[in-house]
């Protein structure tokens, strides 16, 4: 059985006994292993509460079909909706009674905080509630830049941005946390002298200093990284689908919540990419993708998937929709591309400098589409 297959069946309380062991050596194997099942943990529990709380009359159906509790209730016609409801809620508050016993001993397996993925999943999500960059260097000091594109810099115990001296090092937290909005870009030059390039709606946490064994961040959306190399010091990057190990290198790694794909285009050096214990390495000019557990390795022009930190959007024989989808991010507005505008494929450049206005008469002149708006909102359609 798939470790995916044992948590699904341990969470839906049908995993055998002799499984259990299956699934607890897998966790004890590494601290991924465990951050990944809690992660799957905490999702259903909070699914399994909110079922509970459900709206008793509209959400019924939609309800019993999700628990696959119909198939039960068939063998009792004399159930009334209200005794299945008793029955399912007394059956789902045992579930997390028995679960949470399994979680405790889980968590007692290794020190707490001391991971930046645990400590990723305590943070806020990426969200578009704000239109600012922002930096939380502790939980009571977080900084507000008003400017599209602020260029962070770590060094001599100081934080500076944009050149200018903002807090001392040790003023903050042992993570640090930046938000990079939708409509927003940002640099920031880590303490080893790394530089990360991030992309809009992304966030990045790392340590105000690294430790002597390791150089570890967190990456979740998408960003470009030239790794300063040192032998002896690795330097990984953490998503929660992937673990990527560097010594020195240039890559661009792709990790948002919202897109069924992840990957990792390689410019130059080599990277190690693991996923769910599978090892896979690339050499430069080869991407790496991620889609619903399936692993490929292409042969790519590298340069074509960093151009956006030039300002530069590149693309070869891409459909509208994924078009679209990167310049919804870019520029913060929303696109309804219409179904038979939306597989055409097209391939060219364009000037991410521009105001989205300008780019979208661009386009309009080089592909068959024409587009109306009213604010922030786009649809578009093939031309008659």
């Known amino acids: 059985m798939k470790t995916k297959e044992l948590i699904t069946s341990f969470l839906n309380g049908t995993l055998k006994e002799e499984e259990k062991d299956n699934l607890l050596a897998w966790i004890k ?36 079909e999700k628990i696959h509790y119909n198939k039960r209730k068939l063998h009792f016609p004399y159930f009334t909706k209200r005794k299945a409801i008793y029955i399912t809620e007394i059956a789902a508050s045992i579930a997390i009674i028995a679960a949470t016993y399994f979680i405790f001993h889980i968590q ?34 977080t900084v507000t830049f008003h400017t599209q594109s602020p260029a962070l810099k770590y060094g001599n115990q100081i934080i500076r941005v944009n050149n200018e001296q903002i807090i001392s090092e040790d003023k903050t937290s042992k993570y640090n ?55 002896d010091w690795p330097f990984i990057v953490r998503t929660n689908e992937m673990r990527i190990s560097v010594l020195g290198t240039k890559f661009d790694i792709s990790s948002y919540t919202d897109s069924k794909e992840k990957g990792v285009v390689l410019v130059s050096g080599l990277v190690s990419i693991d996923h769910s214990g599978e090892n896979t390495q690339i050499r430069p000019d080869h991407m790496y ?51 038979s505008a939306a597989e055409l494929r097209c391939s060219g450049k364009l000037d991410l400098e521009q105001n989205f206005e300008s780019l979208m008469k661009g386009l309009a002149l080089t592909a068959p589409i024409t587009y109306r708006h009213s604010g922030t909102n786009y649809i578009v359609e093939l031309k008659n």
């Not at 699914?47 to 509209?58: E, H, L, P, S, V």
């Not at 290794?110 to 645990?118: E, M, N, V």
């Not at 064994?213 to 790794?227: P, T, W």
């Open 289 to 339: 993708t991620l889609k619903e557990d399936s692993i490929s390795v292409t042969s790519v022009n590298a340069n074509k998937y960093i151009s956006w930190v030039k300002g530069i959007y590149t693309f070869d024989s891409e459909t509208l929709a994924c078009i679209f989808d990167r310049l919804e991010k870019y520029y913060n507005i929303k696109i309804q591309c219409e179904p």
């Open 108 to 141: 007692s397996l290794s020190p707490k905080h001391t991971d930046i993925l645990a400590f990723a999943h305590q943070t806020e999500p990426v969200t578009n509630n704000s239109n600012e960059v922002k930096l939380i260097v502790s939980k009571n000091k």
């Open 177 to 231: 946390q930046l938000f990079v909005p939708y409509g927003k870009r940002s640099t920031i030059t880590l303490n080893d002298g790394t530089k990360v390039w991030v992309n809009a709606g992304t966030k990045l946490i790392y340590p105000t200093n690294f430790s002597k064994e390791k150089r570890e961040i967190y990456i979740e959306g998408e960003a470009y990284l030239e790794v300063v190399h040192h032998d």
């Open 29 to 64: 194997a590494s601290d991924e292993n465990k951050q990944l099942f809690l992660k799957y943990y905490h999702i259903w529990e909070k699914d399994i509460k909110r079922q509970m709380n459900f709206n008793k009359t509209g959400g019924w159906h939609k309800f019993i």
